[in-house]
């Protein structure tokens, strides 16, 4: 894959006459880790801040991240086993440090943000080392074990859920500012769809990957709520064997969809996982929702953020091993036949976002990494 480099990428050369910070972004992964940090370059880069990104070679952000931003890659991983091959990702632990140092030294940047994960141990240690400011942003209601381990190492934690500081006592400064989202989430999109405005329309996501479990368990229910009149549309992700095994003029599959902020300020119901990402485009867009939180998540964490909306009363969560599809179908056609349910969800839900997010850890750039 050709990955652009700083000379060849216009996005990183600031303008002629003018000195901004420059900043290291060290996001890699999912979605739930990039596309936070994404919205928060992007407003960087318009602010002048000169941006580079910190990533993995085989991970999404290969595919998202170079044709704005240059991207310099490491090599890590998390610690899953205690064998010999712990001793290899230790020592792939040690050189990804040595070399995020390098390039925080040969690159002169002022300071380093990241979303969390496993990048953010090298980015935040590397920091911490040549006395640059880090700072980490949370967006999960449990932090991850990383953000546990080094929070306290980090000039400030952005918080996406204010119930995550608790976790954190170690933390020297912590602020809850909600989770950025992009851009397009913040003003109406148009959504390029065969649908009539007055469908209900109901959108089915597993995440940026999928949700195979979650896909089988929706097909179960498809003809019910299309016999009430409801338009699906369902993002399989591309690793479910049983895609385009079930068709009908209202219902579109994709296994995935760019204009999510489009899609969802549309739809009148979300059946998704529940990753911090996701439940803050719910919010942002207003969209109610049917929650089932990825079973195998690290230490449950889309549990514990799927509460936060259900206890806003902005949807309901199951989970996948407990859901029964006729459960499921019956609850669903409860709501589109009495639509004043989901109008008082949606209203919910919107009191859960935090609309100036990026504007907000943007500002923490601007005080600490200047």
């Keep these: ?69 240059p991207l310099r890659v490491i ?21 990804s440090i040595w070399r995020t140092r390098r390039i925080l030294q040969q690159g002169q940047f002022k300071g380093v943000l990241t979303t969390g994960g496993y990048i953010a141990a090298p980015a935040i240690i590397a920091a911490r080392t040549l006395g640059l400011p880090s700072i980490l942003h949370e967006s999960n209601a449990i932090p991850g074990k990383v953000t546990r381990s080094l929070s306290r190492w980090c000039t400030v934690v952005a918080l996406g859920f204010e119930r995550a500081a608790q976790y954190l006592p170690q933390a020297k400064t912590t602020r809850w500012v909600g989770t950025p989202v992009r851009s397009q989430f913040q003003s109406p999109q148009p959504l390029d769809l065969p649908i009539p405005e007055t469908a209900p329309v109901i959108v089915v996501a597993g995440g940026s990957q999928g949700a195979v479990g979650l896909n089988r368990k929706v097909r179960a229910c498809l003809e019910p709520w299309l016999e009430a009149g409801a338009w699906i549309v369902h993002l399989t992700g591309d690793r479910d064997p049983d895609a385009h095994s079930y068709t009908h003029p209202h219902y579109l599959e994709f296994s995935f969809f760019e204009n999510m902020a489009g899609l969802l300020q549309r739809a009148n119901l979300a059946i998704s996982r529940s990753g911090a990402g996701t439940l803050t485009e719910l919010a942002v867009t207003g969209t109610p929702a049917i929650l089932i939180p990825y079973p195998y998540a690290a230490e449950d964490h889309q549990a514990f953020n799927a509460k936060v909306y259900v206890e806003a009363g902005a949807g309901v969560m199951f989970r996948e091993a407990d859901l029964n599809p006729a459960d499921l179908e019956a609850l ?34 601007r005080q600490y990494c200047a």
């Excluded at 000195?19 to 290291?24: A, E, G, N, V, Y």
């Excluded at 090599?75 to 064998?83: H, L, M, P, R």
């Excluded at 589109?336 to 976002?353: D, I």
């Design 1 to 69: 894959m050709n990955l652009r480099t700083l000379d060849s990428n216009p996005a990183a050369c600031p303008p002629q006459g003018t000195h901004p910070s420059r900043l290291l972004i060290a996001a890699s992964g999912t979605g739930g880790h990039l596309f936070p940090a994404l919205a928060i370059a992007d407003q960087l880069r318009a602010e002048q801040v000169s941006v580079e990104w910190l990533g993995v070679s085989d991970r999404l952000e290969t595919q998202l991240v170079p044709e704005d931003y």
């Design 332 to 365: 669903v056609l409860d709501w589109l036949a009495h639509p004043q349910s989901l109008e008082r969800m949606a209203a919910q839900a919107r009191q859960v976002a935090v609309p100036n997010s990026t504007e907000q850890v943007v500002a923490m750039v």
């Design 75 to 95: 090599s890590v991983e998390g610690f899953q086993s205690k064998d010999l091959r712990a001793l290899w990702v230790f020592l792939k632990f040690l050189v």
